[in-house]
């Protein structure tokens, strides 16, 4: 499970003690920790280019042009998306899903079908749920398999669910609660058939595995900085072109305007249209470092590394006693997410943060999943590039101590 070199040396926060314990950070579906060489693109721009783009003709503010246009093109390389227009930077995947379930109203009528997913993180559910209120279009599910999900999406019941009526179908690419791995191409490559739109929630997936907006036939594909390396309040919404020059604007004002007058405005075309105001560009260069960071290490090496940490973790919890293990059993992705009939998991995540062992307990922004299983929470261990085998070995330990005492 080696990467190569000793990744934890670079990143400063894990060289602390939590509670007298060294940090044993297992959090990672949650927010992932910043190399020196993110936080130190950031420190640079503030400190050598600090200035607002696309504004003025002096060299501080066109050194901040080029450098926010540079992060824009190193993003639309770590995609591969076609055209760097395709990428407009927000504030994450939240807003990005919102920017995109808004702009597509217009494409809506009564009658027509929204398809989304039983294992969705709320955040691609409720802007989904919201748009089917405004427009009078209908949202289906496609539902999980088995009492824990470990069957994944049912991929059968889609021959009955991808209806022409469907109109948009938004899936995520790794589920932050259960560890599957959707075949996102494949569901691309069926929706376009069907005549839908698809938007893929890469959240889980962006840090974590080489993802190609090309290859996987993606329309929109939208993520968060925070969990790749980068900073926070910077995301990405990828759209194909011609879909985002049809798509009206979100948020108006200075920047994405071409002319105004006190009667109305004209709209720049993509990205600007969907930028309005001083965008975050000390984040779009942090981002962009954390896109270096993570080709560097080696996307394939990073995918292999989180998933056989996932695989020997899963293999050691199934053996304690009296755990639930959700998901699948086979292949997952960096985490594993698991509930003790008589331990409640936010005694779990406050028994482990004891021993320095930061977990996380709850719904994971996934309620209604939890409600199908039957769950009003779960633990979840997240690994991630700079995580270890003796980790899982502090795990163990850790949720050892916390049934000894429970069960005593
Ligand atoms: N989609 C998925 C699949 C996610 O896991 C998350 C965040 C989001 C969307 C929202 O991302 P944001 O950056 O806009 O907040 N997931 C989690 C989690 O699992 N624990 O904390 C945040």
Redo the contacts with the bound molecule.
Sequence with gaps: MSLGRDLRSDFPVLHQLVHGKPLVYL?N???SHKPRAVIEAIARYYERDNSNVHRGLHALSMRATDAYEASRARLAKFINAADPAEVIFT???????NVIARGLAARLRAGDVILTTEM?????LVPWQQLARATGATLRLVPVIGADAEGGLDLAALDTLLTPAVKVFAF??????LGVVNPAAALCARARAAGAVTVI?A??SIGHVPLDVRALGADFV?F?G??MCGP?GI?VLYGRRELLDAMPPDETGGGMVVTVTYEGATWKPAPERFEAGTPNIAGAVGLAAACDYLDGVGREAIARHDTELAAAAYQRLAALPGIRLLGPRGTRSGLVSFAFEDVHAHDVVTFADEDGVAL?GGH???QPLMRKLGLASTT?A?FYLYNGEAEIDSLVASLRRILAFFRA
């Excluded at 504030?91 to 899903?97: H, Q, Y």
């Excluded at 995520?172 to 609660?177: E, V």
């Design positions: 959090d579906a949650a927010t504030r994450g995947t939240t807003e990005s899903i969705e993180h709320h955040s691609n995520t690419h790794i589920s932050n609660t929630d959240a889980q939208a968060s925070h969990k926070t995301g996380r994971h922004c996934n979840r997240s």
